[in-house]
């Protein structure tokens, strides 16, 4: 139980890179590993905080992301606590940082088969889940849903 743990956090570790490079590879700069905020008094830590200059006489663009391997063998109990974990970051977000967009990062094996079930569609479609759908084997983000 305690390797298949180690296990679990090391390949954690491993995604939360991986995005961090699709990320960079699509110009945008990591600005925050972890992107920390303070609500009254609660303290919330997601994964990254990224931003992109569009153009020179615009603004960037900003965002944050939370990273998700949904790796036990339940993905709706991963579903759960991802979904919950998003709805308080963007709580958090919308009051501190009204600018920024909150993505969930999921990889692309996840996103092809749990994702494309009619109860998890509905769930991102009325939550309004942002999605980056990442593939951890080439680094890459292959889709950004909005």
């Known amino acids: 139980?305690?390797?298949?743990?180690?296990?679990?956090?090391?390949?954690?570790?491993?995604?939360?890179?991986?995005?961090?490079?699709?990320?960079?590879?699509?110009?945008?700069?990591?600005?925050?590993?972890?992107?920390?905020?303070?609500?009254?008094?609660?303290?919330?830590?997601?994964?990254?905080?990224?931003?992109?200059?569009?153009?020179?006489?615009?603004?960037?663009?900003?965002?944050?992301?939370?990273?998700?391997?949904?790796?036990?063998p339940s993905a709706i109990t991963d579903f759960y606590a991802a979904l919950g974990q998003f709805l308080s970051y963007r709580l958090a977000i919308e009051a501190i940082e009204p600018d920024r967009f909150l993505y969930m990062a999921v990889p692309l094996d996840t996103y092809q088969t749990f994702f494309q079930y009619e109860f998890t569609q509905t769930a991102i479609e009325r939550y309004e889940v942002l999605l980056i759908v990442y593939d951890p084997a080439n680094e890459v983000i292959v889709q950004w849903t909005k």
């Open 1 to 72: 139980m305690a390797v298949f743990g180690f296990c679990r956090c090391l390949l954690s570790y491993i995604f939360h890179e991986t995005v961090k490079q699709a990320l960079q590879k699509e110009n945008w700069v990591v600005t925050d590993d972890p992107l920390k905020l303070k609500f009254g008094n609660i303290n919330f830590q997601i994964d990254l905080g990224a931003e992109r200059v569009l153009a020179a006489e615009r603004a960037g663009e900003k965002i944050a992301v939370e990273i998700k391997s949904f790796l036990n």
